[in-house]
């Protein structure tokens, strides 16, 4: 056998390689980091640099920013003040995915749920706002806003609630099998199911199956069990969604899946769009979350960090948030009226101030062992 | 070009003296530099993750640790083992697959197009001018339920509406599918490079020794364009091993592959010290491949210098 010449070889490299170089063109981008030092005093918002990173969930970017296509009005006060171009968005997919990249990256601000307050404080990666600057402040729900307190302080400032469920589509799946979190371990649904990839949510649905009392602070035994009933779980699955709009929502209205872990905007979506589909009432409760704003601890946009979060947390803003995703919203001051769809109002407790302590809510919370769940959740990937 | 062949120019001062001592030799310095910034410094900072002199997770002291080495390294012991495994063997399918699909192509190109051969390469390489990631979502469109294939089969009343080929989406059919699509025309380049080059006096000269097409093809052309056939899989094998795109968007569940574990221990459930053991271990099998295979690439190189 003749072996191949350098130059031939660098010659297929060469075209190996530039059609390597086209191809790449369009791939998904990194994010930058500044070293920057904790300020002890803050100067006015007019001598701020103005440029923030904020970590967010895709779809909830500022009014006017072009990543903004559901023509949400939260942020609209901001950026009709201060423009769009100082905005730079970093996108999280998973809470502890959050958490992780809050330790990786420079941010001003930042968009996690409740459940990973602890971890943002323990690990010095915030600090506590001044409510004095945010006017709206004090129209947003008492019990929520006690839940972002640490020590006194308010890390924490609660915009969005909802629960999490099962989707499921009527016209698929047999009524006597919509009875709870077990229709996901149920065999005559293999291959038209999916689960959120997300580890610590799909523990707490393994916790809630397979009846343990705490989901969120499970011994290594249960989190043991919990992995096992997961791995049996995931031939059943078509795919784990990662993101919401891209992945679960399109294949859920091509009918590639019937049942699927959720949020209430989907129900709202798909229902709206014609499907025959319920947003379950598992006899094991729904999931709850609430997130809300938190400011990174060496921001050098004090000022501009408040002016952005009370342009969310004004009432018309929360108004429009609620319309547009029948989300509940932390504003106390959203009444039924304010809503357009009043029987979706009732359905998702949406104006009600103790929608999250019902007992047939399982409100999502810290996870001390979160990392052993995080490693566990890899496993059952793997498996 | 030798060192002691170089003009001796700038002879006083620094550079005077570096240029006497390394020739044109520090024109590689600028490479080397980059090198080391985003290769060697981020692959020896993967080491230290990897036994937990620095680590991610919050209130884990580092301290040296083999400890996920241990937990991985044992054959068998654990799914990431077994998810390397499965990886590999898909990974090997389909650069074999590949090679197979491109050989013809490549032929084609070579020995039947004539003028036609750079119009048609061009052709090969069109899609490439879009972004993978735009490739890879263009056959969810193909392949998804309600896709065109599907659609297709409805439309000729081949199956029910509404009742579609569920594994041709979210399966190893998938990732297999689109990483074989993606690979075979860069396969194809080196193969017809080799075949362009080739001596086609020795074709004239077999058939002329009455040889067959067949037998012409196998004693002669195939032989003499292993090396390219070779650098072809090669091209398909070492980065398919990481592969984590595909699976990601057309994979299912069980059809994740080795690149996922790792991705995911880098971004959505954080542990980056058992993401750094198994980075370290990918690394090394590529390493070995290229050991394994660079000699059929490299023999003549060493032939030409000792005779140079």
Redesign the interface.
Known sequence: ??????R??L??AA??GG??L???????SGTSAGGETEKVSHPPISQEPGTMNILEWQGYEAHGTEAQTYGMLAGKSYTDKFGTDGLKYTYI??D??A??KA??VQFDLLHPCIENLQ?YV??QLVQPWDTSLIPSFKNLNPVLTKKGQVDGQQYFIPWDWGYASILYRTDKVDPEDATGWELFWNEKYK?RIAMW???QSNFEVAALYLGFPEMDNMTSDQVEQAKEALIKQ??L????W?SEYSDMQ??FK???IWISYSWQDQYVYQSGFGLPVEFMEPSQGKLGWTCGFMLGASTKNYRHAHAYVESFINHKACVDMVNLFYYGNADATIKPSDVKDKSLAKKLNIGDPQALSGSNVNLQSWMPNE?EV??A???V??? | MSVSSAPAVHSNGLLGRLHARTGRGWLVLPGIVFLLAVMIVPLVLIGLYSVNLMTNLFGVPTKFSLHYWEDFLPPGSNPFWDRFQSSMLVTLGVSVAAVLAAYPIAYYLAFVARRRRYTLLLLILAPFFTSYLLRVIAWKVILANNGVINSALWQLGLRDHGDGVTWLIYSWFSVALVLFYTWVPFVALPIYVVLENMDTRLLEAAQDLGAGRLKTFFRITLPLSLPGVIAAFVFVLIPTTGEFIAPLLVGGPDSYMFGNTIQGFFSDSPNWNYGAVLAVWLIAIVLVLILVFGRFLSTDLRESRATA
């Open positions: 056998m003749q072996p191949m010449d350098r031939k070889f010659y297929s075209a190996v059609g390597l086209l191809g790449g063109c369009g791939s998904d997919v998973n502890t995915q958490v992780n330790r990786q971890d323990n690990g291959g990839d997300g580890a995931k031939p699955n078509k795919f784990y990662k399109p294949a091509s009918g590639d990392n995080a490693l959740w890899e496993e990937h793997a498996a």
